[in-house]
């Protein structure tokens, strides 16, 4: 693979307006000022027991940097409006430098020019240009098949996709790569972020077809139709799955739950007794650190959503139990207030698992539920390049 075809350049891709604020900052401004500052405060490091805070710049500036060093982060932050960090500015600064968005004079000083005014103006070509080079049609495309996705279910596309098109191999960091390219596409309107589910817009669609050849529309939108229809049946399945749980005999219930346990990694799980309000309960041991920790779970399989009340109540039961946390199950959801009790200071932990956690973990263990494979067929491009050396002569 040649330098050429590398697509990931910057680990941390900033935001675009972020760029814009910083570009118009940095105009006239040395560029070894802007260098010096930074390192004066990436060297300051703290430790496990005493680490810096870096929260609120107008305290922390002041307290830690002096001289020109103060004078470029105060510029910096006060003229961005309080909106970047200087604490982060090295993100902004290696990418400026990477796609030469600013220019140097004899002095060494930087200079909005050609490219840094495209970029501010939003020029098609430019902005093509600097998202091909960091991956950011391939992640809407990766986007395009899925009709919503959290980042758990993007990262196998993206990690393999790095792993060709990151000049130093798969980067340690390929999470952070991928929510700050995320958080990128959602300010540019590219993407919809929904309580934790990412899908692609109108606008990214628009976006990816107008930077694609003729030839490979046609066969991204085949592909596209493909992975959304089976998405689409995907989804029929797990709301087929979920109306089943509320149908099931709740004897047949409470063991489903044993059975979604033991494969989660509890140990020692036993249903303890069955009722007839269609709830569970259940003891079971979890491994935390070299200890194993006895957990009581409850199922309730209500229509209406979870109370605070039964949050209080799982956790006043523990004692009896001699259990030390407790886990509530629910094919309905949640009310308000409830992330606040279950996880309440010097309280003993609650965790919480609503329907649509609960039919993603049977969907991820397989129980109630069958993965079929589907074999997709597709030219391997790279096989009839040519390469470098066939290309020079």
């Not at 972020?193 to 606008?203: L, M, N, Q």
């Not at 649509?356 to 009839?384: A, C, H, M, P």
Request: glycine content about 4%.
């Amino acid at each position: 693979m040649s330098e050429k075809e590398y697509k990931i350049t910057i680990p941390t891709m900033p935001l675009y307006s972020n760029l814009k604020n910083i570009i118009k900052i940095w105009d006239n401004v040395p560029k070894d000022s802007i260098k010096d500052t930074i390192r004066t405060i990436l060297n300051q490091v703290g430790t496990i027991e005493n680490p810096v805070d870096w929260s609120d710049p107008d305290k922390w500036i002041n307290e830690r940097l002096t001289g020109e060093d103060a004078i470029i982060a105060l510029k910096v932050w006060n003229e961005s409006k309080k909106t970047i960090n200087p604490r982060y500015m090295v993100r902004l600064y290696n990418f400026i430098n990477t796609h030469a968005l600013l220019e140097l004079d004899k002095n060494k000083i930087y200079h909005i020019e050609k490219r840094g005014n495209l970029f501010l103006s939003n020029d098609a070509h430019i902005v093509h240009e600097i998202d091909n080079k960091e991956g950011i049609p391939d992640l809407l495309n990766i986007l395009s098949l899925k009709k919503s996705a959290k980042i758990r279910d993007i990262l196998p596309d993206w990690d393999e996709f790095i792993q060709l098109f990151f000049r130093y191999g798969k980067a340690q960091t390929s999470q952070e790569m991928l929510r700050s390219r995320l958080a990128n596409l959602t300010e540019r309107n590219l993407i919809f972020k929904e309580r934790g589910f990412y899908s692609i817009s109108p606008k990214g669609l628009d976006y990816i077809k107008s930077i694609s050849t003729k030839s490979s529309i046609k066969s991204d939108d085949e592909k596209r139709s493909l992975h959304l229809s089976i998405e689409e049946y995907n989804q029929k399945q797990r709301k087929s799955l979920k109306e089943k749980l509320s149908e099931m005999d709740p004897y047949q219930f409470e063991h489903l739950v044993k059975n979604l346990l033991e494969q989660m990694g509890y140990e020692n799980v036993i249903v303890t007794k069955q009722t007839g309000d269609q709830g569970v309960d259940v003891v079971g041991e979890i491994q935390s650190g070299i200890s194993l920790v006895k957990e009581v779970i409850q199922v309730k399989r209500h229509k209406t959503n979870i109370t605070r009340p039964i949050i209080d109540q799982l956790r006043g039961a523990l004692p009896y139990q001699r259990a030390i946390r407790g886990t509530i199950i629910t094919t309905s959801k949640f009310s308000k207030g409830c992330d606040e009790a279950a996880n309440y200071p010097g309280a003993a932990p609650i965790t919480l698992m609503d329907g649509d956690n609960l039919v993603e973990n049977l969907v991820k263990y397989q129980i109630g539920i069958l993965r079929r494979s589907i074999d997709i067929l597709e030219v391997n491009d790279i096989t009839f390049r040519k390469n470098d050396e066939e290309n020079n002569y």
